[in-house]
């Protein structure tokens, strides 16, 4: 919904250009935000019965090896577009729990369809 807003207040001429972080309420480094969603998934699979291997998350790093200490801060939507963002680790258990269910009737079409 937040990008509905978002979409909808450009099409009627906010003046807002940029980049913009929708991650949730607090700040989160992508490396965090990436383990934590590799975290959960594993976690699905698992509990559906599939041995799966992800590959590992390493924190960016910048060109002379140091880390990259960025992070994803939402701050600046609430700022430009006044959209209040909800925690996101609820909401990326949600995602993936419908992203499981669509990847495995997905499977189950492309199975009836070729039998």
């Known amino acids: 919904m ?3 807003g978002m979409l909808q207040q450009q099409a009627s001429g ?3 250009w940029g980049a913009y972080h929708l991650a949730g309420t607090e700040p989160v480094s992508a490396f ?3 383990s934590m969603v590799r975290t959960q998934l594993l976690t699905h699979l698992e509990g559906r019965g599939e041995q799966i291997t992800l590959g590992e998350v390493q ?3 910048h060109h002379h090896d140091a880390k ?3 992070v994803l801060n939402c701050r600046r939507v609430l700022d430009v ?3 209040h963002q909800k925690p996101w680790r609820l909401e990326a258990g949600r ?6 269910l669509t990847r495995e009737n997905n499977r189950v079409s492309n199975t009836g369809a070729s039998a």
């Open 2 to 4: 937040a990008l509905i």
């Open 81 to 83: 577009f006044g959209v």
């Open 59 to 61: 924190p960016l790093k």
């Open 68 to 70: 990259l200490r960025r």
């Open 95 to 100: 995602m993936l729990d419908a992203w499981c």
């Open 14 to 16: 906010a003046n807002a």
């Open 32 to 34: 965090t935000f990436t």
